[in-house]
């Protein structure tokens, strides 16, 4: 089963078994073993959510096995494509759903006396390093940014040290609560610090509110990165002036002065002009007018230099990259997977491949009819017919 949740597909993961170990199971007795068992990890996930939140007020957290120096919890959002449930063979009345993923990270947590890089790295200043980030940026030919510059970097930002994820198609009511139970097995209401990082998108913030109150909210300095250099660019029509002001604005983020930044950006406004009520989204009046609200909302998300003396995390590089694992299994254009428990079953098994607990290994050694597994028999599911 570790094999259906790391190949793209489940004709791959049957050639993986024929060659490495000469098993011959069919794709699609693959597919049906990984809803099942899928399923099983639904019910186990399930049952350990209802159990925490079944625990009498006040709750009392859980002890970690060591330590946590530094606990960083990340959420966001990924793709996948599904279909109806259930009818005739084929596909049918296709869409595409959100996939909500979150990621468990304990960290390295080297404090400082005082910040550790108080100017802005010349990565962010490097046009081309910054093009993959930033739309619309014109490149210069010229490196402003050495790969000594690059690795000085790695000397006093947190590193992960051991990661586990969740990942489901619920909605984020349910989807905070499991949030909150994994957390807390984890032992991370117990860290000495702990760090929310994501972008600024309101629910993520209600999610850390509502279960991580205790940990210190951070806006992703990168996503700030992009509304300031949209903003820039709406501001000045030359590419040249708009990456001055880029620079500006994005040092003024970068040393905690988001109040100076803000306070040209309105300026700005006043000399654009307010966005009328029927404009188009380039419009540089709304560009404009919609950073100014973000950068309002999550100004109090944006102390990095403190962020860096405590040895936090500014961005959420662990999470993307998260997303990108768990879309490398479940995203594709000619990829259908049944909405409801087919789904969610994959998205568990795909989860579970990828913490670093051997969960999924585990499941299948402990499970009922494992052969390796004493004085166990299988069991029908509850919901089977007898």
């Given amino acids: 089963m570790c094999g259906v949740g790391q190949q793209p597909a489940f004709r791959l993961a049957s050639e993986s078994l024929q060659d490495n170990a000469e098993i011959e199971i069919s794709g699609r007795h693959l597919r049906n073993l990984a809803v099942q068992i899928g399923g099983e990890l639904v019910a186990q996930r399930d049952a350990k959510t209802e159990a925490y939140f079944q625990r009498s007020l006040p709750r009392v957290a859980?002890?970690?096995?060591?330590?946590?120096?530094?606990?960083?919890?990340?959420?966001?959002?990924?793709?996948?494509?599904t279909r109806s449930l259930g009818g005739p063979n084929g596909v049918h009345q296709p869409h595409w759903r959100e996939t909500k993923n979150a990621l468990f990270m304990r960290m390295s947590g080297v404090q400082f006396a005082e910040d550790p890089?108080?100017?802005?790295?010349?990565?962010y200043r490097d046009r081309n390093y910054m093009k993959k980030l930033l739309c619309g940026l014109a490149t210069e030919d010229?490196?402003?940014?050495?790969?000594?510059?690059?690795?000085?970097?790695?000397?006093?930002?947190?590193?992960?040290?051991?990661r586990t994820c969740?990942?489901?198609?619920?909605?984020?009511?349910?989807?905070?609560?499991?949030m909150a139970a994994e957390a807390d097995s984890r032992g991370f209401y117990r860290a000495s610090q702990g760090a929310f990082v994501c972008d600024g998108l309101a629910y993520n913030w209600t999610l850390q509110k509502r279960h991580f109150a205790d940990f210190t909210p951070i806006l992703d300095f990168p996503h700030a990165l992009?509304?300031?250099?949209?903003?820039?660019?709406?501001?000045?029509?030359?590419?040249?002036?708009?990456?001055?002001?880029?620079?500006?604005?994005?040092?003024?983020?970068?040393?905690?002065?988001?109040?100076?930044?803000?306070?040209?950006?309105?300026?700005?406004?006043?000399?654009?002009?307010?966005?009328?009520?029927?404009?188009?989204?380039?419009?540089?009046?709304?560009?404009?007018?919609?950073?100014?609200?973000y950068f309002r909302n999550n100004a109090s998300r944006m102390d990095y230099p403190s962020y860096r003396r405590r040895g936090l995390p500014l961005t959420s590089a662990y999470m993307e990259s998260l997303v990108k694992e768990m879309n490398y299994r479940v995203k594709g254009t000619e990829k259908f997977w049944s909405d409801g428990p087919p789904g969610e079953a994959i998205l568990q098994i795909r989860a579970a491949s990828l913490c670093d607990d051997d969960r999924l290994t585990k499941h299948m050694?402990?499970?009922?009819?494992?052969?390796?597994?004493?004085?166990?028999?299988?069991?029908?599911?509850?919901?089977?017919?007898?």
């Fill in 62 to 81: 859980t002890e970690p096995s060591t330590p946590i120096a530094l606990a960083c919890v990340s959420v966001d959002g990924g793709r996948m494509q």
């Fill in 117 to 123: 890089h108080p100017a802005l790295p010349g990565c």
């Fill in 142 to 162: 010229d490196e402003l940014c050495s790969e000594e510059e690059k690795s000085d970097l790695k000397s006093w930002r947190p590193q992960r040290l051991y």
């Fill in 166 to 178: 969740i990942s489901s198609l619920c909605n984020s009511d349910q989807f905070g609560r499991m």
């Fill in 226 to 293: 992009e509304r300031v250099h949209e903003a820039a660019r709406a501001v000045r029509e030359s590419p040249s002036e708009a990456w001055s002001v880029y620079d500006r604005w994005a040092s003024a983020c970068w040393e905690g002065r988001v109040t100076d930044m803000l306070s040209e950006m309105c300026q700005e406004q006043s000399r654009l002009g307010r966005p009328p009520r029927e404009c188009e989204d380039g419009d540089p009046r709304k560009v404009l007018c919609e950073a100014i609200t």
């Fill in 365 to 386: 050694r402990s499970r009922p009819g494992n052969p390796f597994r004493p004085n166990t028999k299988p069991r029908p599911s509850p919901t089977t017919a007898t």
